[in-house]
């Protein structure tokens, strides 16, 4: 039903997509070159919200970054803080106690169950439904406040130390999360499945609509859900382990669909697979100190780094390259969305206006990180 | 002669009330049912319970400054927003409330709701064509699309009430359906028309819910896509005046499927009839109204054309052949 019957180029108009558009989500703008209702082009423009947060990187110390890397994608941000973190410490070898990976792992998988909660509300309010968004951001709330006892905000982290944390977790924060699970475990099939997934409207709406193939994801390097739903088996956390991931039994699910609902069900599927992680991370958790030794001044020797961590989004690489001076002397974010938003031009030729900003949708954007 | 000119007065400041208290009150309604709904409180600052809050927004709404874009047919622009309130409000005058309360028994009442219906569509294609606005302009074209698509349905069903009850006169249809609710047309027990009934009554309805553009059918306002459709660059009360149109269409529709199907003012159990039950069942109906807007997401304009096109016109038409033929065999 997505491709049109004819197209004629002299009966076109061109129609400006944001960058102000409730379905944009921040800061986009795309334009797109309409025949009636469908698209003959779209072609996304960037730049509206560039701040330039990789050469602030070299301006400052390496810890004076820490706080922008919550800034770029504000809703897994906690992830951007782990990559960072990753990086330095493999620049300067600084060893991080076996607690605080823990901790990292369980705040981070926590924060990408909010990520995933917050896509599926806006999600749905891209396809008009407007009711799972308080329903999502229910429990997206109780997250926020497990994170804002130990982090000490509520959005944009800054939680990840050189060789730590910042803060122990206590038990109220253990029981909190484990009362949590159990009741987003509850929540899931009802409020979820059986109001929305399995609601026919949503099926016909995004079944078979926006179709990405594993080709075209490894053509514009699209990464995380978005391959995950195109038949692609990769996550960063199975594939090039970091942290102490590979302590921890979970599964990476895969959809071979490549249509916008299989995008969908990888993530409702990785919800429950951070919650796997974390209850793991929750039982085997051992005691120590959150933060190991670390200079005050880190002066990495000479040289080019890369880390790599998987985001809510996808893979998300730190190449940073160090001169042997307290700054860092280039930094290059490899963003997961970047890629993911390429897809949009080549997948959305042909489509109706309102498939596509569904399909847009399920890509989960965010702005912000793309112009970073 | 002075008594009918009083009676038109009383009629016509009744209408004028009862009107303009659903249009405000509505939006009370709907946004306390969607808190309810959506587990949040709603409105609850203004008044008790929020009930001064469609006139704090009224108020709010005119003293909004009207702005007219350049470039827009300002005649167009001005008429729309108008044209959408005045044939929701003029077709009151032909609804039976009870066996007395009717301002005008107009012998083809039903065919004069459905004309007054497509102007008030007609304000929609006006304001967005006047708009110059492309997603206004999109948002026209998907709603001259959708209610044409779905007027057919609606009075092929119409026609299988006017075969059984042999009448175009609201008043007339009402009166035929007294006595509880197995006289109802859509449980009507006697010649096998329970068979055919509930499927009239069905299409109507959903026939209703997109004529009236309210979501799950609410292509041409459908916000993530067209901003805001027609009303996109509408301010003050030419925006007031599209959603209280949008209400009143509403209070019509829940009008015309009490009157057609569910008995008008009968009592469920043929005791008390009056203007009281023809309240409540236009009530449930509005209410059902707000609770499937909270419920579904949107379809798709090509999927709504469909529904109609491909299953409700071929249903609706066989429903009619067959009504017609029971009636014919009984």
Redesign the interface.
């Known amino acids: ?1 997505s491709v049109p019957l004819h197209l004629r180029s002299d009966e076109v ?1 061109v ?1 400006n997509l944001g960058p102000q ?3 944009t989500h921040g800061v986009l703008r795309v334009k797109l070159t309409m025949d ?2 469908y698209i003959v082009k779209a072609e996304p423009v960037l730049g509206y919200i560039h701040r330039m947060h990789e050469k602030m990187a070299e301006d400052g110390i390496f810890a004076q970054f820490m706080p922008n890397t919550a800034r770029m994608d504000y809703l897994h941000a906690l992830a951007f803080n782990h990559g960072w973190a990753l990086v330095v410490e493999k620049a300067a070898g600084i060893e991080v106690p076996e607690r605080a990976e823990y901790i990292r792992v369980i705040t981070v998988e926590l924060n990408r169950i909010a990520s995933h909660l917050l896509w599926w509300a806006a999600f ?8 799972p968004l ?2 999502a951001f ?1 429990d997206r709330e109780k997250i926020i406040d497990l994170l804002e006892r130990v982090t000490g905000s509520r959005l944009t982290y800054c939680y990840m130390r050189f060789g730590g944390v910042l803060n122990d977790i206590d038990d109220e924060f253990i029981t909190g999360t484990r009362d949590f699970i159990k009741r987003l475990r509850s929540r899931l099939p009802r409020q979820y499945h059986d ?2 997934t399995h ?1 026919i ?2 099926i ?2 995004i079944k078979d609509i926006g179709f990405v193939s594993a080709e075209q994801c490894r053509r514009y390097g699209a990464t995380g859900p978005v391959a995950r739903g195109s038949g692609i088996n990769y996550d960063v956390r199975k594939n090039e382990p970091y942290s102490v991931y590979p302590e921890f039994d979970f599964d990476i699910p895969v959809f071979p669909e490549g249509d916008s609902m299989a995008r969908y069900m990888v993530r409702m599927h990785e919800i429950e697979q951070s919650m796997r992680i974390i209850e793991q991370a929750l039982d085997k958790l051992p005691a120590g100190p959150v933060m190991g030794k670390a200079p005050r001044q880190l002066k990495p020797d000479a040289g080019y780094y890369y880390s790599a961590v998987e985001t809510a989004r996808g893979l998300l690489g730190h190449r940073l390259v160090c001169d042997g001076d307290k700054n860092p002397y280039k930094l290059k974010l490899r963003s997961p969305t970047f890629s993911n938003l390429s897809l949009f031009g080549e997948v959305a030729e042909g489509m ?4 596509a ?1 569904a399909f847009m949708g399920s890509l989960d954007l965010v702005i912000p990180e793309i112009d970073r | 002669m002075e008594t009918s000119v009083w009676r038109a007065l009383l009629y016509l400041v009744g209408i004028m009330v009862f009107a303009g208290l659903n249009a405000a009150y509505l939006g009370w309604c709907e946004r306390k049912g969607a808190g309810r709904i959506q587990r949040r409180i709603g409105p609850c600052e203004v008044g008790y319970a929020g009930l001064l809050q469609p006139i704090a927004d009224g108020v709010k709404l005119l003293s909004k400054q009207l702005l007219v874009p350049r470039g827009v047919d300002h005649i167009l622009f001005r008429t729309a927003p108008v044209l959408a309130m005045i044939p929701a409000m003029t077709s009151m005058v032909a609804i039976p409330f009870s066996a007395n309360i009717q301002a005008r028994a107009i012998e083809l009442s039903v065919l004069l709701l459905f004309a007054l219906a497509s102007i008030g569509m007609m304000a929609v294609l006006l304001g967005g064509w006047a708009s110059g606005n492309k997603y206004a302009i999109i948002s026209s074209a998907r709603a001259v699309s959708q209610n044409l698509a779905y007027e057919i349905p609606m009075l092929v069903t119409v026609i299988t009430v006017v075969l059984l009850t042999g009448s175009l006169e609201l008043r007339e249809i009402a009166l035929k359906q007294q006595g509880g609710f197995w006289h109802w047309n859509v449980f009507r027990l006697e010649n096998g028309h329970f068979l055919t009934m509930w499927i009239s009554f069905i299409i109507f309805f959903i026939c209703s819910v997109a004529e009236t553009n309210r979501a799950p059918f609410d292509m041409a306002e459908a916000e993530s896509e067209l901003v805001a459709g027609y009303m996109t660059e509408y301010s003050s009360m030419g925006f007031g005046l599209f959603m209280m149109g949008e209400y009143l269409n509403i209070v019509v529709g829940a009008c015309l499927t009490t009157t057609l199907f569910l008995g008008g003012w009968d009592c469920p159990l043929g005791l008390t009839p009056g203007v009281w039950w023809f309240l409540i069942k236009i009530y449930i109906l509005i209410f059902t109204f707000i609770w499937i807007r909270w419920t579904y997401p949107r379809t798709q304009i090509y999927k709504l054309l469909n529904l109609s096109w491909k299953f409700l016109i071929p249903f609706s038409f066989a429903n009619l052949l067959i009504t017609a033929a029971l009636i014919k065999v009984f």
């Open positions: 039903m108009f129609l558009h409730p379905a009636g209702e749905l309010l891209d396809l008009g439904g407007f009711t308080l329903y229910d109001l929305v609601n409207i949503l016909k709406r109706l206006l309102a498939d900003l």
